[in-house]
């Protein structure tokens, strides 16, 4: 059974940090690329960042290139979103979901149940 658990959103100071978790059950991340996204009331959804471990590659998109950064941990079969330098607009519903590749190509088949992150002071 796939599954994808998101963790680690919360209440977070501007300037702060967070790290996100994408814990995923029922398929290896050896095959398979892990996105972001975020959604904001009112706005439409995301694309923050892809991830393929299967390649080595990685996208973030222009609004937090250079501040978030994936990663994972295979032993864990989990990829992570750390997320420094948060802004405001950051606010949202993040959700990690499935896909064969970074390329655009394929449409997300799994996603997790998203995640509450909240930057205000």
């Known amino acids: 059974q796939v599954q994808l658990v998101e963790s680690g959103g919360g209440l977070v100071q501007p300037g702060g940090s967070l790290r996100l978790s994408c814990a995923a059950s029922?398929?290896?991340?050896?095959?398979?690329?892990i996105g972001w996204f975020r959604q904001a009331p009112g706005r439409e959804r995301e694309g923050v960042s892809c991830?393929?471990?299967?390649?080595?590659?990685?996208y973030y998109s222009d609004s937090v290139k250079g501040r978030f950064t994936a990663s994972r941990d295979n032993a864990k079969n989990t990829v992570y979103l750390q997320m420094n330098s948060l802004k405001p607009e950051d606010t949202a519903v993040y959700y990690c979901?499935?896909?064969?590749?970074?390329?655009?190509?394929?449409?997300?088949?799994?996603w997790g149940q998203g995640t509450q992150v909240t930057v205000s002071s």
């Open positions: 991830f393929s471990s299967s390649d080595g590659s990685t």
């Open positions: 979901a499935r896909t064969p590749d970074c390329s655009g190509k394929y449409l997300y088949d799994f």
């Open positions: 029922g398929f290896s991340l050896d095959y398979f690329a």
